[in-house]
Structure formats: structure tokens, C-alpha cells
């Protein structure tokens, strides 16, 4: 099955940080452009930022810019999120996906979605 599978998710209090893995299961992700999602229950899957192949980041949501951090490593088959000074607004399940070319904010034109892992920031 192709598909990613995230992982780093957990509990932590404000302020705090968490580093996100998005590794791929079946395929490789060189070449593909990868984004990172976010989804209350309830609410729409929102965008956060992107990495082209090149490694040029697109954000998708200001409230995270000098927070969060995307990087990618093709070797590893894995793109990760470096997520700083944690609040909890940033309380969310958190999916990556790819995408062939460019790098959109609607996350039902991406593709090869895992099952998310969940981030909670609580004192």
C-alpha cells in the first residue's frame, strides 16, 4: 500500500517542541512535493507548509511562520516538521501527503495520506 506514515506526535505543554516524521511506505518520495497537514475533529484538513523537490518551503498558515521548520531527507525516504514554541491552538492530528507539482493549499489534490498522528499542547 502506498502511503505515508507520520509519527512524533504526543503531549506536551506550551512552549514546548516536537519533531514530526512523514516517512514513506512503498515508494519513494524524491521528486515529490510534500506537505503537511493539520485537522481538529470536526473542522477541514488544513494546510501548514510545503517542501518542493528542490527544497523550496511554501507556508500555508502565518500562525506558524518562525515556528514550524520543514526539511526533508530523500535518503531516509522521510520529510520532517520541526515544531517550536508550541501552543495549543497547534492542537491538531497532523498528515503529510504529496503532490507531483506544485505546492497548493488543498489538501484533496494531494495524495498517498497516512493515518496522522496527534499533537496536544496542554499545561
Known amino acids: 500500500q502506498l502511503q505515508f506514515v507520520e509519527s512524533g506526535g504526543g503531549l506536551v505543554q506550551p512552549g514546548g517542541s516536537l519533531r514530526l516524521s512523514c516517512a514513506a511506505s512503498?515508494?519513494?518520495?524524491?521528486?515529490?512535493?510534500i506537505g503537511w497537514f493539520r485537522q481538529a475533529p470536526g473542522k477541514e484538513r488544513e494546510g501548514v507548509l510545503c517542501?518542493?523537490?528542490?527544497?523550496?518551503?511554501?507556508y500555508f498558515t502565518d500562525s506558524v511562520k518562525g515556528r514550524f521548520t520543514i526539511s526533508r531527507d530523500n535518503a531516509k525516504n522521510t520529510v520532517y516538521l520541526q515544531m517550536n514554541t508550541l501552543k495549543p491552538d497547534d492542537t491538531d492530528a497532523y498528515y503529510c501527503?504529496?503532490?507531483?507539482?506544485?505546492?497548493?493549499?488543498?489538501?484533496?489534490?494531494?495524495?498517498?495520506w497516512g493515518q496522522g498522528t496527534q499533537v496536544t499542547v496542554s499545561s
Open positions: 512503498g515508494f519513494t518520495l524524491a521528486g515529490l512535493n
Open positions: 517542501i518542493t523537490s528542490g527544497g523550496e518551503v511554501t
Open positions: 501527503a504529496a503532490r507531483s507539482y506544485g505546492c497548493p493549499a488543498i489538501a484533496a489534490i494531494y495524495k498517498y
